[in-house]
């Protein structure tokens, strides 16, 4: 079998099993499993469960489900509720302050979860309704939420990040300064647009109509303040050299748990085992991603596939911000059909010889890479964002969501422009804290 016959193959049953509705880990399992088994014969079911588990044996993985337990341990509980209500009584008098609270809370929830899925949870259901009673556009309410969302992948800890840094043998510490300041960026453009959305469709950018004094904006900062250290803490011991991520990440993980439990007096047994629950929940669909990914990867290698298209991509005599504008839309339409881990386990480990070779910079690189997977979250067909908030607002038509968030996907890609037009917007703050890149 060819490259191009395998590719076309396993590409082609890939994109039927998806259609199907089938969970994303099984699809690429299967679709990864049958081109094997046309290409080797039934020899090679001997070796399909160690390259699965050997995609994910990696000690440095410990640090998602840590970082997943900590995002469910606020979002699951009454803390999430009091950041989403904190935020909203400081900015509530801003003009469009709603919307902007809601960003804000997106951009602070992608601090605490790492993920996407659960910040555009977490946030969505208590922040669409407001915004919808207020008489917010439906399309600015949903749309706002389905894209603020995205920053969970890139505002460290992102589990992303981590995943990239595996797959690359890159300092994820490192990577995850690299997303600060990208992400910061992001978050005011999003805010930016959002406030001319609503301003286009005629809403008027007023102030809250309740009004609250010092005392109850004080008020709303005992239970949030002791989180935001926590975050603060791991982000210092990890960029500080004290502790490794999945160190960080434990820790962080205990003393969320820790200060959830003693703030909100869950006391009962039944609602700290629903917070490991959901945790363990999402932590595992992670990893079967990551491991069908591994496999779906080695059955690429296997057919000679990824050494054709790395070699065809290599051997392109154009400039290389052309190669860079090339690997942005493979990355982007990688994007629209796989998970963010999925496409960076199989996709980061090709380009990266690539990208070096031409001169880029992989921490650089990584940020660029992530983006181009936020904007796989809020487009079709997949789009998981968007189903997301489907899920949570049935009463918003799912065209309304989906046109509410493809402006930011134009956002993103301005931001994509500026990065390669200041990547020191990427590269300053990882230099300036750990010192130049070896």
Not at 65 to 77: Q, S
Not at 424 to 430: F, H, K, N, R, V
Request: glycine share 10%.
């Amino acid at each position: 079998m060819s490259p191009t016959t395998g590719g076309l193959f396993i590409i082609a049953a890939l994109f039927i099993l998806l259609a199907t509705g089938m969970p994303i880990a099984f699809a690429l399992g299967l679709a990864a499993i049958g081109a094997l088994l046309v290409s080797q014969g039934p020899g090679v079911f001997h070796i399909l469960a160690e390259t699965m588990f050997a995609g994910i044996a990696n000690l440095a993985y410990v640090s998602i489900p840590m970082f997943v337990l900590m995002g469910t341990a606020v979002a699951n509980t009454l803390a999430g509720k009091d950041l989403y209500e904190a935020l909203d009584r400081w900015m509530g008098r801003v003009p469009g302050g709603l919307v902007l609270s809601n960003i804000s809370a997106c951009a602070i929830f992608a601090g605490m979860t790492g993920s996407s899925p659960a910040t555009c949870a977490a946030i969505g259901r208590m922040g669409i309704p407001e915004m919808l009673k207020r008489g917010y556009p439906p399309s600015v309410a949903t749309g706002s939420i389905a894209a603020g969302g995205t920053l969970g992948i890139l505002i460290p800890p992102s589990v992303t990040m981590i995943v990239y840094g595996i797959a690359t043998e890159t300092s994820i510490g490192r990577l995850f300064l690299a997303g600060v300041l990208p992400g910061i960026m992001l978050t005011v453009m999003f805010m930016m647009w959002a406030l001319f959305d609503a301003r286009r469709q005629g809403y008027n950018l007023t102030g809250a109509a309740v009004t609250f004094s010092l005392r109850d904006k004080l008020a709303a900062l005992p239970r949030v303040l002791p989180l935001l250290f926590i975050i603060a803490g791991v982000m210092y011991v990890l960029y500080g050299g004290v502790a490794t991520p999945s160190e960080a990440a434990g820790a962080g993980a205990l003393l969320t748990v820790v200060v959830v439990v003693l703030v909100y007096r869950l006391f009962r047994v039944s609602a700290v085992s629903q917070i490991f629950s959901l945790a363990m929940r999402e932590s595992v669909m992670i990893m079967m991603i990551m491991a069908a990914a591994e496999l779906f990867a080695f059955a690429l290698s296997s057919l000679f596939i990824t050494q054709t298209v790395a070699s065809a991509i290599a051997g392109l005599e154009v400039n290389r911000w052309v190669l860079m504008a090339i690997i942005n839309v493979f990355l982007l339409v990688c994007g629209m059909f796989l998970p963010p881990v999925a496409v960076i386990v199989m996709a980061a480990p090709l380009l990266m010889p690539i990208i070096t070779q031409a001169g880029f910079d992989p921490y650089w690189f990584a940020v660029v890479l992530t983006i181009n997977m936020e904007i796989g979250l809020i487009t079709p067909p997949v789009g998981l964002n968007l189903f997301v908030i489907n899920a949570i607002t049935p009463q918003v038509p799912t065209r309304v969501i989906l046109w509410g968030a493809l402006p930011y996907v134009l956002v993103m890609l301005l931001g994509i422009v500026i990065l390669c037009i200041f990547p020191e917007i990427a590269t300053w703050l990882p230099e300036y804290i750990m010192g130049p890149a070896r």
